[in-house]
């Protein structure tokens, strides 16, 4: 059997009422017997105060604030909690759509790139509202918050960097874009999120739309952004933004598609411009216009060059 622990809740018990406590009230003996030391005094003194600062205390407050925390899991804060602050003023949101197959020459240290051998298909990047970042430190990020998508987000939203794992992935996605979005009602909790951020990217199904439009992984074949457009635009509208990398050979690597939606998650906004308040990758840039680029293949063995 396990032994007590020498910290156990029991060593903090304290009598709180005078009556109680046999060294603060004097009895009826003797004047010497009712004398009490200095140290006596000030312990007793500081009987409230330790109770105060008692575990059990200090527990109750953390269960209050995580009740208040599960109660946001189930069903979101509500608009007007969030409507009149700085981070609302948004009106169009980026939803970001990543390529494996060119992500990790967009690395600084492309050493660091990673494919799960479970990666074939186009992955979620993040759903950003556009000129606000980082809005407050007000709402932390559990990883019970996600545990109902938990699954669906490690198949279509992990991380492909070595040293970060999904769970700070998803929660450096929160915490710069998800709190700003969380004044919209389908978007006012974790769960909602990124929940919401999984159906668009079903319903967005890039890679059939590539397929069935002749837009196929390829080392050889080159594409032009025209190509790519007359393909997708029935799918994610003309708002959107096919971005590129170069790689050490300076060829133009297609690497993610920014689509553009409204507020209200319909197709286009008012906003397309580079003022977005979303953190730049380092080095991705619009793909050029006039110039071809390459959709590499993935290639789980050799991720940091798939074609050489």
Not at 80 to 89: A, D, F, I, V
Request: aromatic fraction near 12%; charged fraction near 25%; proline fraction near 7%.
């Amino acid at each position: 059997m396990k032994k007590k622990s020498e910290y156990s809740l029991d060593i903090f018990y304290f009598p709180f009422f005078p009556q109680k406590c046999s060294h603060c009230k004097p009895t009826q003996r003797s004047v010497h017997q009712r004398q009490i030391s200095e140290p006596m005094k000030m312990f007793c003194a500081l009987l409230p105060l330790l109770v105060c600062l008692s575990p059990a205390a200090l527990l109750s407050d953390v269960t209050a604030a995580r009740e208040d925390h599960v109660e946001d899991y189930k069903h979101g804060r509500p608009y007007e909690e969030l409507s009149n602050k700085t981070q609302c003023s948004w009106k169009c949101l980026i939803f970001a759509l990543q390529w494996p197959g060119g992500f990790c020459q967009s690395l600084d240290n492309v050493s660091q790139c990673k494919i799960p051998s479970t990666v074939n298909t186009w992955l979620i990047h993040g759903l950003w509202p556009m000129r606000t970042l980082r809005c407050c430190n007000c709402w932390p990020f559990f990883m019970s918050d996600i545990q109902d998508v938990e699954n669906l987000l490690e198949e279509y939203w992990p991380s492909l960097v070595k040293n970060r794992s999904n769970f700070h992935f998803w929660r450096d996605e929160w915490e710069k874009h998800g709190v700003c979005a969380a004044c919209v009602e389908g978007l006012n909790s974790p769960l909602r999120y990124f929940q919401t951020s999984l159906k668009l990217g079903q319903h967005f199904d890039l890679q059939k739309a590539l397929d069935d439009g002749g837009i196929k992984p390829s080392c050889d074949r080159p594409y032009k952004v025209s190509e790519v457009l007359n393909v997708l635009v029935p799918l994610i509208g003309d708002k959107c933004e096919i971005q590129c990398v170069t790689d050490e050979k300076d060829r133009e690597v297609w690497f993610q598609l920014k689509i553009y939606l409204s507020r209200n998650m319909t197709l286009g906004c008012d906003q397309h411009d580079d003022n977005t308040g979303v953190l730049p990758m380092p080095k991705g840039h619009p793909c050029p216009y006039d110039e071809s680029f390459y959709f590499f293949p993935i290639d789980h063995q050799r991720p940091l060059q798939p074609c050489g």
